[in-house]
């Protein structure tokens, strides 16, 4: 049974997205010669985990380490010459600022770039070689915004905002361009997201050529402004966020990219710490890519879940700028994330050479200790026994299992005081 005229006047229609495909193409041909057009690289691993070919569009390995110099340039160029005049002015941690300051230079436009204090060192000395005027102001990136503002309204700079604005949106479609280019039988596409506009922009241009693909946004779920927004059918802002996905650590859609995403985008998802640390950790391993926690949210949706996105997939990896001591912290989270770390506490009889053939055994098993406390006074041990703390770099889950089980076997009393929870000790 059809419905009436009047239920289906009672149901909202979705907005038309404010930027389509015609708008993408002209960016393209602003930013000719000005961007690279980046590789796609197929994942072995993930390609037969999903059971059909997964590709990795490489903006990581695009001007600036990310894809945010597209929108950027895209949006200056677009300036008039009074504007042009009074400067430029941007808030951000990182990338954005580095888009900014390059697209600012090539243009011949003075650059303000307000970063937190807290911003990594290498993103701040990257945004001054760019040639911006690097100013730090408060702790966040909304203080620093604030600290925009104020520039912008003292000064007559033009605010360049990370996402919502249709230039920007139409200079980071130009990533779906490619993509539709190289892989044109691309059935699902998975989008870092935190402000949308590289997901509304992707969304255009891929769709406009093959209606059909699915575009997911993937969310750090510390930082998953979109889901409430979306159904709530408005922006909404976060209370608080917590997330090492600076990058999509956006508390509110913005009003352009709601009704881009709203028209357009068909799914979103969210990843936790541990996979997004996970996925860090397999990009480097087995796709020889360095990625930051934000670009490698994509893989971490398809790491969690390979079974729920149609073949060929296209995983955008939208940056790859990550303060190394970040990294370092990523890194390890990630390796204990996927069992590569183990912690035992063994209790052995204290006698002389105990420590040592205990050692053995676990060389003997392959594994590699990374640390060993010994502690033989404590109200907790019995006399003439000792605990054994050791910590280890293992092969992953069955390794951690085989150890396990091979010290019980052997007549160890084992705890295990540090292994994934879903590891069944």
């Not at 209370?239 to 990058?247: L, V, Y």
């Not at 998802?269 to 950790?281: F, W």
């Not at 790491?303 to 912290?329: F, K």
Request: charged share 20%; aromatic share 4%.
């Amino acid at each position: 049974m059809s419905p009436s005229p009047e239920a289906e006047s009672a149901v909202p229609a979705v907005p038309a997205a404010p930027v389509g495909v015609a708008e993408i193409l002209a960016a393209r041909d602003l930013l000719a010669g000005v961007t690279r057009t980046t590789p796609v690289t197929r994942s072995r691993a993930l390609s037969e985990a999903v059971g059909g070919p997964v590709w990795f569009k490489c903006e990581n390995l695009q001007r600036t380490g990310s894809f945010k110099i597209r929108g950027a340039y895209t949006r200056l160029s677009r300036l008039t010459a009074d504007e042009r005049a009074h400067g430029v002015v941007a808030a951000s941690a990182g990338n954005h600022a580095q888009g900014v300051a390059l697209a600012a230079r090539l243009l011949g436009i003075e650059a303000t770039v307000f970063m937190p204090n807290g911003a990594a060192l290498p993103k701040v000395d990257a945004t001054r070689g760019y040639g911006a005027a690097v100013r730090l102001a408060g702790d966040t990136v909304d203080d620093a915004l604030v600290a925009a503002l104020a520039h912008a309204e003292r000064t007559g700079a033009v605010l360049i905002h990370p996402f919502d604005h249709p230039d920007v949106l139409a200079g980071q479609g130009t990533v779906g361009l490619e993509i539709s280019d190289q892989v044109p039988d691309v059935a699902t596409v998975l989008v870092a997201t935190g402000g949308g506009g590289l997901l509304g922009g992707v969304a255009a241009a891929v769709k406009a050529r093959r209606p059909q693909t699915r575009v997911v946004g993937v969310q750090a779920a510390g930082a998953a402004a979109w889901p409430a927004s979306l159904a709530a059918g408005e922006p909404l802002p976060l209370g608080a966020m917590r997330t090492i996905a600076d990058g999509i650590a956006v508390g509110r859609p913005g009003d352009v990219t709601f009704r881009q995403v709203q028209a357009l985008v068909d799914e979103f998802v969210t990843v936790g710490e541990d996979s997004l640390s996970r996925a860090l950790l397999f990009s480097l391993e087995r796709a020889k890519m360095l990625v930051e926690p934000a670009g490698a949210a994509p893989v971490a949706a398809l790491l969690d879940d390979p079974g729920r996105y149609e073949p060929p997939v296209v995983a955008v990896l939208s940056g790859g700028n990550v303060d190394p001591i970040v990294l370092l912290h990523v890194i390890q989270n990630g390796m204990a994330s996927a069992a590569r770390y183990l912690s035992l506490q063994v209790r052995v009889g204290d006698r002389p050479g105990a420590l040592a053939t205990l050692l053995t055994e676990v060389a003997g098993l392959g594994a590699n200790v990374v640390d060993v406390a010994h502690t033989r006074v404590n109200a907790t041990v019995p006399m003439g026994e000792v605990d054994v703390a050791l910590s280890m770099e293992t092969r992953g889950p069955e390794h951690c299992r085989e150890l396990v089980g091979a010290l019980r076997d052997a007549g160890h009393r084992v705890t295990v005081t540090g292994a994934p929870e879903n590891m069944g000790f």
